[in-house]
């Protein structure tokens, strides 16, 4: 550090940008961005330009980084470093406008790439149509390059659009060509655990071809033996004992057999057996159900994914090993609610420590659990927000668990008056994923444990259809009266607002990203967020109740909805609603 403070502040030109490459590989972003700023003039780009954006971007100051690109002349998207360093802002500021001409680019650049793909397809998917996004996924070419962890969301990404043929056999490809990797078992079986079960897994080949697996009975002895035969097309996968590719000798042999035919064949020095065919299938299903026993038989089990035994060696059900894991998960959220009650944590970091979104937490939070924080309780609290909102018709954003709180509270109209009212694309992106998820589910129950004994509570169809009415009535908000927008911020980014990124969740981060690019007002229900903004970015704040106190006083929400709305917060478990005569009344 005094070495390269030294050569920072008083070295020539080539020392301080020796400086500044050794803080760029130390990772040292926000120091290594001041040393190359000086030397990276508008209307030019090289290696030095590269670094320098890359520095903004690693370090947080996305604004910067935007400035930076604006400068660039004609043409830089061609260079590799300055293109995908480009494409990692614009993800992580959800700027998919922008997403969908890089897009196009890295395509141009880089067709053979999964990744450029996949970037296409979430570009067009939340930036541009869903027609131009389903044409797209039914154009992706079967053989790509990419990860496992790629491949495997391509394919799911197939599979949920209705590309189930292509889909299966790219999944198959990638489990196939990874037979020994944990994380290509997971994906397989994770992308198959499907709402409906696929046809192809579901029907039963009548006759032995590509893609079957045959279960063939010696009959001098009675032993079988399987054989797996690859789909056709995928004669480049590696070789595998337990598996022929379609063209093989031996899978040649068998195609068109059927179960209870006699198939001779030659073995070692020219022996001949006999073989009848006992059992036809889809390879597909056959290396699930190879996958799944590797997953039952892994101590470990695979990642992201365990398998519990519910059944005893006798055949009794035996749940003890599933209600033990429900009590750890329990004590864990116990914890994490513990955490809040005692700690000036927001929801966000809540949500990120639970794995579910703000907004999820915020509908779903316990009645048994440290009141949701969402103002102190005084008086001149209140009248401060009160008089803040009087007469306001500057920006303001919203975080998304406050934008549903107030469509629960059927008070949607009181958003109408602003016409700068902004929400995060990422926000709006969290949305679609919980509308996705909600059309996909399937379930009918879930388990708990409570006081050591397993309560299972059944999901109904009524509370899922409930379920995605609400969604999609925070949907129709936000494209009523909302502006969606990526989120840059302003200059340099606080140290102390990038330090809490890993923590808050995407929908507060990004929240107070915008509130300070657009100098907005922050409407949020989470005191702890409100604070933050305010001691920290100099960002005001108020909550739900004062937003909609205001909306009441004004006549923008009828004094009815408004003393409705009161009474399911005063349920809710808040730590404070303000109630008066005509509150307590109406209850």
């Known amino acids: 550090d005094q070495v390269l403070g030294v050569l920072g502040e008083r070295g020539t030109v080539d020392t301080r940008l020796m400086a500044a490459d050794c803080l760029y590989f130390l990772n040292r972003y926000r120091e290594a961005a001041q040393l190359y700023k000086p030397y990276c003039q508008a209307g030019y780009s090289s290696i030095l330009h590269s670094r320098l954006l890359r520095s903004y971007v690693e370090s947080g100051q996305r604004a910067k980084a935007r400035a930076l690109l604006d400068s660039l002349p004609v043409g830089w998207t061609d260079d590799d470093g300055i293109r995908e360093t480009a494409i990692a802002l614009a993800q992580r500021a959800a700027d998919w406008p922008k997403l969908l001409v890089l897009a196009q680019e890295q395509q141009r650049l880089r067709p053979k790439r999964i990744g450029s793909w996949l970037l296409a397809l979430l570009a067009q998917r939340y930036g541009g149509s869903k027609p131009a996004f389903l044409q797209m996924l039914n154009e992706v070419p079967e053989e790509l390059e990419g990860s496992i962890r790629q491949q495997a969301q391509l394919a799911s990404m197939q599979l949920q659009y209705g590309h189930s043929t292509t889909g299966l056999r790219r999944l198959y490809r990638m489990a196939r060509a990874n037979m020994h990797e944990p994380e290509a078992a997971s994906a397989y079986i994770a992308c198959l655990m499907l709402p409906s079960p696929l046809q192809e897994l579901v029907n039963v080949p009548l006759t032995v071809e590509a893609g079957t697996q045959v279960r063939l009975m010696d009959e001098s002895n009675g032993q079988e033996i399987a054989i797996n035969i690859d789909p056709a097309g995928m004669d480049d996968l590696p070789a595998h004992s337990d598996f022929l590719s379609a063209g093989a000798p031996l899978a040649r042999q068998l195609q068109g057999a059927r179960i209870g035919d006699s198939v001779p064949i030659e073995g070692q020095f020219g022996a001949v057996r006999q073989y009848r065919v006992a059992k036809i299938e889809s390879v597909y299903r056959s290396l699930l159900s190879a996958l799944q026993h590797r997953l039952h038989s892994a101590p470990d089990g695979l990642p992201s994914m365990w398998s519990i035994r519910v059944q005893s060696n006798d055949g009794n059900l035996d749940l003890h090993e599933m209600t033990e894991m429900l009590e750890r998960n329990g004590k864990a ?195 702890g967020l409100r604070q933050f903004a305010l001691g920290e970015l100099g960002i005001s704040g108020v909550w739900t109740q004062a937003f909609l106190a205001n909306a009441a006083m004004t006549g923008t929400l009828s004094a009815q909805k408004y003393r409705f709305a009161v009474q399911l917060l005063f349920r809710g478990n808040r730590t404070f609603v303000s109630v008066d005569g005509e509150d307590i009344l109406f209850m």
Do not use: M
């Open 333 to 527: 959220a116990r914890s994490v609610f513990d955490t809040y009650a005692s700690s000036p944590i927001t929801l966000g970091v809540c949500a990120n420590a639970l794995g579910v979104s703000s907004l999820e937490l915020t509908q779903g939070w316990p009645a048994n659990a440290a009141p949701l924080r969402t103002c102190n309780g005084d008086t001149q609290e209140r009248d401060r927000a009160i008089a803040t909102l009087s007469g306001y018709t500057g920006p303001i954003v919203a975080d998304l668990a406050t934008l549903g709180e107030i469509v629960a509270l059927d008070c949607e109209e009181a958003l109408a008056p602003y016409k700068e009212l902004y929400i995060s694309s990422a926000a709006r992106q969290i949305l679609e994923h919980l509308i996705e998820a909600a059309n996909r589910d399937r379930s009918v129950a879930h388990a708990e444990s409570v006081d050591g004994q397993l309560q299972i509570v059944e999901v109904s169809n009524e509370h899922k259809a409930a379920k995605l009415r609400y969604l999609e009535r925070i949907k129709d908000a936000i494209d009523r009266y909302c502006i969606i927008r990526p989120a840059y911020g302003a200059g340099d980014t606080p140290p102390e607002l990038l330090a809490l990124e890993d923590l808050l969740g995407d929908d507060e981060y990004e929240a107070l990203l915008l509130a300070k690019e657009t100098n907005a007002l922050l409407l949020s229900l989470d005191l």
